[in-house]
């Protein structure tokens, strides 16, 4: 086929780190992220001389810019997997250097329009997203998004991004026109009626609408509980969203990063459910990890779900325990 570039593009700078003519029909995502509030021309710096040995298709920088480095019709070498960057195009993104590797709006905003500009254009109709490993790298279920460390030792994308590729995905796919995911039995769907939510996040956005395309207005921080009046989506899921009821603005309600408190969350705890999504799955074990490290402070719900050995805290030992459970290892 006749692969094009980007539009959006505002610079470019070819690095010698390709493999000319990719070998596959672009059908993936992959989002990595720079480690560095970093520019566009500062990015093609990098990935420009060969002894580099990396690149990726685009780049987008901490203002919201965005640099090409490889073209479309060549794969990057950046996902420490071949097979992948020859289905994929990949993007890297401005972010801090510490845990979790935030991205800041205006780059945020200019990922969600270049990746809509990359499925448009590549006829990929449908972003999906999956917490699981296994079915990103053998692209099951229609899975097309995919991350460096599926591939490498590696935390890239970071956290932040990583906890929002499903967001990312549900915003895309909005963009495209393609119909949502089937919803989860256990989620609700009314869009009237007010309930509370723990905020699990450690800096959860504030809105001024529903969606990633309103402007931010402020953040929760504190791990705090919050009445919501209003909801968009179905909640739990990414591109759920809540309205505060204190008339701040709209939170995210995926579940992983707001916890649902109804009467039968607070009588029933089901060990290892740390997000409270009714099962255990790996993203509970990688909460625990968080709380295990000191990278997050639990919640009661998440203490009593979490701590597996009964010692009195979410240690290392619960997190294992917890993966294991998520792979069927141990009830």
């Known amino acids: 086929m006749a692969y094009t570039n980007s539009p959006l593009v505002n610079y470019t700078k070819i690095s010698q780190n390709r493999t000319k003519n990719r070998n596959h029909t672009i059908d993936t995502i992959t989002i990595h992220c720079v480690v560095g509030q970093t520019s566009v021309q500062t990015l ?13 298709n685009y780049g987008v920088g ?4 965005i640099g090409m480095y490889v073209e479309e019709k060549d794969r990057s070498w950046c996902s420490s997997s071949a097979s992948n ?11 801090d250097t ?6 800041n709006d205006k780059a945020y905003a200019a990922l ?20 699981d490993k296994n079915k990103r790298i053998n692209h099951l279920n229609g899975c097309n998004m995919t991350v460096h460390r599926d591939y490498a030792n590696k935390s890239c994308p970071g956290d932040y991004l990583y906890n929002r590729l499903g967001e990312i995905a549900a915003e895309v796919n909005k963009r495209l026109g393609a119909a949502a995911s089937s919803p ?7 869009a009237t009626g007010s309930f509370l939510v723990k905020v699990i996040d450690n800096d959860l956005n504030i809105r001024k609408g529903a969606g990633t395309s309103y402007a931010v207005v402020g953040q929760i921080k504190d791990h705090g509980t919050y ?51 009714g099962k255990v799955t790996a993203a509970d074990a990688r909460i625990a990890l968080q709380i295990a490290a000191g990278l997050q402070k639990p919640t009661a719900e998440q203490l ?28």
């Not at 093609?44 to 990726?56: C, H, L």
């Not at 901490?62 to 810019?65: A, E, I, L, N, V």
């Open 184 to 190: 989860n039995t256990n989620s609700d769907t009314s």
């Open 227 to 277: 009445t919501i009046v209003e909801t968009k989506g179905t909640v739990g899921q990414a591109g759920s969203w809540g309205k505060l009821k204190s008339g701040k603005g709209w939170i995210s309600l995926n579940c992983c990063y707001v916890q649902r408190i109804t009467s039968q969350a607070t009588s029933s705890v089901i060990k290892g459910d740390l997000n409270g999504d």
């Open 98 to 103: 510490t845990h979790p590797y935030a991205v």
């Open 112 to 131: 969600l329009d270049l990746v809509t500009d990359i499925c448009k254009r590549n006829g990929i109709k449908k972003l999906v997203w999956s917490t």
């Open 62 to 65: 901490y203002d919201g810019k």
């Open 85 to 95: 960057d020859h289905r994929a195009v990949t993007i890297e993104v401005a972010s």
């Open 44 to 56: 093609g710096d990098v990935f420009y001389p060969s002894s580099r040995q990396a690149s990726s």
């Open 304 to 331: 009593k779900a979490g701590d597996i050995d009964g010692d009195g805290k979410i240690g290392a030992n619960d997190a294992r325990a917890i993966l294991r459970m998520a792979a069927g290892l141990k009830k």
